[in-house]
C-alpha cells in the first residue's frame, strides 16, 4: 500500500465523540504520554490533539519515525522520536504517566506484545493502553496481574481489525482479527526513582 492511500483510508476513518481514555480516565490531557512501537505515530498524536503536555514516540524502525516526524509537521505538533528497540529500554521506575501502544501481535514471534508490556509496566506510573488479539484475552491478564504486577487489567472494548498484507511474511491478502483494547493500571505500590 502506498502512503497516499494509508493517508486517504486513515483520513476517512470514525472518530471517538468521547475517547474513553480521556473523558473516563483522564490518563491523557496534561501528562506525559509514550507511544511504544509507534509506527506512523497515530497514537501519539492522538494523546497530542487531546493535550498531552509531552509525548515522545519510541520505534526501532527509522523509516517509521521519518512518517511519525512527517505527520506530527502535518499536525504541527511537537513530538520527540526515539529509535529504540522495547526490550533495550533502559529506564529505571516510572519515567512517563501513560503508555499507548498497538504492539505486534506476538504471531510472528511469539511473547512480542507481552515484551511490550512489561516494559511498558516498569514506566508508565499512572495506566497502559494496548491492543492485543482477543483470543489471548486470558493470558494477557493473568500474565499482567500476576507476573507484570498490574493492580487491574480491563478490556475496555473489542475491536475489528482488517490487516491487509504489508510484511513478506503475510500468507493472506487480509486477515480479519478479533482484537481487545485494554487498559492496565501499573502497581503503585512500587518505587518511583
Not at 501528562?31 to 498531552?52: H, M
Not at 529504540?84 to 510472528?108: E, H, Q
Not at 480491563?154 to 475491536?159: A, F, I, K, R
Request: hydrophobic share 40%; aromatic share 8%.
Amino acid at each position: 500500500m502506498k502512503l497516499k492511500q494509508l493517508e486517504i483510508l486513515l483520513g476517512n476513518l470514525k472518530q471517538f465523540t468521547n475517547p474513553k481514555a480521556e473523558n473516563t480516565y483522564g490518563d491523557i490531557s496534561g501528562k506525559v504520554v509514550a507511544d511504544f512501537g509507534c509506527g506512523c505515530g497515530t497514537l501519539g498524536i492522538a494523546s497530542a490533539l487531546l493535550d498531552a503536555e509531552y509525548v515522545i514516540g519510541i520505534d526501532v524502525d527509522s523509516q517509521s519515525l521519518e512518517t511519525a516526524l512527517s505527520n506530527a509537521e502535518e499536525f504541527e505538533l511537537d513530538m520527540d522520536l526515539v529509535q529504540c528497540d522495547i526490550s533495550s529500554l533502559s529506564w529505571k521506575g516510572a519515567k512517563v504517566d501513560t503508555v499507548v501502544m498497538n504492539p505486534p501481535f506476538g504471531t510472528r514471534r511469539k511473547g512480542s506484545d507481552m515484551d511490550f508490556l512489561s516494559a511498558a509496566l516498569k514506566v508508565a506510573s499512572v495506566a497502559v493502553y494496548s491492543l492485543h488479539k482477543t483470543t489471548t484475552r486470558d493470558h494477557v491478564k493473568r500474565t499482567a496481574l500476576r507476573e507484570f504486577a498490574a493492580e487491574r487489567a480491563e478490556v475496555l472494548c473489542e475491536l475489528r481489525f482488517d490487516v491487509p498484507r504489508m510484511y513478506k511474511f503475510h500468507k493472506k491478502k487480509e486477515v480479519d482479527i478479533a482484537v481487545d483494547l485494554w487498559r492496565f493500571v501499573p502497581d503503585s505500590s512500587r518505587k518511583l526513582v
